[in-house]
Each structure stands twice: as structure tokens, then as C-alpha cells.
């Protein structure tokens, strides 16, 4: 009676592992996105932890701004302050534009108020950051910017908006060269756009990485809340 007992339970419990690994699994494979963009803001974001409690950041920083006065050129000048200009008043307005289209042809326009919130939500707690930091901008020479530096917004915003673009192609157009193509561009335009603050002397490299880091996270939270095909 009690090895019947025991053969029960044992299989019952295998049973109940088995769902649960398979539940698990579907879960990781459904989310695959969001847990990867929050492992690697999370990652980022405590390396940057361990660089400013060591105060390595301040070498970072100063390592990257001498580095980038060596590679200086007015066409490198041109094409990166075009990039980082991107991000801008009507850029984000003409993104909004593409995100709303793009939605559109697959029949996701539900997916629309959570860009629309997380967008908003972004950039109110970026620029209650600078506030709070209120860190100043290193002397630039190329541009002239206003407002505090830490942490950098043009970047923290990239992320977001070209992240946002490379999920619903991703998620919801099927693979071709075309759509391919246009993710590589998306992922190439959101690192320079990065690059492009640090070259131009507008921001530090920690602010970049910090704006990479919080973009990283929020498109994660952000994917997260977007229907799966």
C-alpha cells in the first residue's frame, strides 16, 4: 500500500515538473526579447555601477574624449552630426509617423498607446534624472547644447524609438532582405547615435552608456507588454 502510495506521488510530481518545465520554457521562448533587453541593460547598468563606485568612469570618460579628437575629420563631423540631429523635434514626430504605419499594415494599432506611454514616460524620467544629477556638459567645441548631461536623452531615446522600430518588424512582418536590412540600419543608427554624442563633445561616455543602459530596460519592460505574434 505504501510503495503504491510512493509510485503515485512520484508520478504525480514528474508530471507536475514536466508541465512546469514546459510552461517555463513557452514562457522564456515567448519572451525571449524582453529578457534580453533587460539582462542587458541590467548587465550595463552594473558595470557602470562598479565603474562610478571605483571612479574608473572619471578615466572612461576622459580615455574616450581624447580619443575621439584623434579621429576628427569634417566628413566624420558632417555624417555624425546629421546622426545625432536625428533625434530631434521632428524626428521623433516623423518616427511616431512610420511606428503608426508600420502597425497599420498588420492590424496592431492596439499595441499604439503602450509606445505612446512609454515614450512619454522615458523622457520624464530622463530629464527628471538630469534634474537630480544636474551633471554639466563637457566643453564642447562643434555644437552648442543646453541643459544638463547625465544621462544622455538623444541616446536614451534612440534606443527606445529604434528599438521599438526593430520589434514590430521583428515580431510582426516576416523575414525578408528588406525587413532584415532595415533592422541592421535600425541597430547601426542606434549606436551611432550614441557615438555620435560622445565625438561631438556633448555629453561623457558614461552618460552614453547610462542612456544605452535605461533605454535597454524600459524597451524590455515595454516589449514585454507588446502582443507576441
Known amino acids: 500500500m505504501c510503495k503504491e502510495s510512493e509510485k503515485i506521488i512520484v508520478l504525480c510530481y514528474t508530471e507536475y515538473g514536466d508541465n512546469m ?19 542587458a541593460g541590467f548587465v550595463l547598468f552594473i558595470l557602470l555601477l562598479v565603474l562610478y563606485f571605483t571612479n574608473l568612469y572619471q578615466s572612461l570618460d576622459s580615455s ?6 584623434t579621429i ?11 546622426i545625432s540631429n536625428l533625434i530631434g523635434t521632428y524626428f521623433l514626430a516623423i518616427s511616431l509617423f512610420l511606428i503608426i504605419l508600420l502597425l497599420k499594415f498588420r492590424h496592431r494599432l492596439s499595441e499604439l498607446p503602450a509606445i505612446i506611454v512609454s515614450l512619454v514616460a522615458v523622457n520624464g524620467f530622463g530629464f527628471s534624472l538630469k ?6 556638459r563637457p566643453v564642447f567645441d562643434l555644437v ?7 544621462p544622455s536623452m538623444h541616446t536614451y531615446n534612440g534606443v527606445m524609438i529604434y528599438g521599438i522600430l526593430i520589434l514590430i518588424l521583428k515580431r510582426y512582418y516576416p523575414s525578408s532582405w528588406y525587413r532584415n536590412g532595415a533592422i541592421v540600419l535600425f541597430v547601426i543608427l542606434m549606436f551611432l547615435t550614441g557615438f ?32 507576441k505574434r
Open 144 to 150: 552648442t547644447e543646453t541643459g544638463y548631461s547625465f
Open 131 to 136: 534634474t537630480f544629477f544636474h551633471r554639466m
Open 64 to 69: 574616450m574624449a581624447s580619443f575621439v579628437l
Open 21 to 39: 518545465t514546459k510552461k517555463d520554457a513557452k514562457w522564456i521562448r515567448q519572451n525571449r526579447d524582453t529578457i534580453f533587453f533587460v539582462l
Open 196 to 227: 555620435s554624442r560622445i565625438y561631438l563633445s556633448v555629453h561623457y561616455t558614461s552618460d552614453v552608456l547610462t542612456g544605452f543602459a535605461l533605454g535597454l530596460i524600459s524597451l524590455g519592460v515595454l516589449s514585454y507588454f507588446m502582443k
Open 72 to 82: 576628427r575629420s569634417p566628413f566624420l563631423t558632417t555624417i555624425l552630426l546629421l
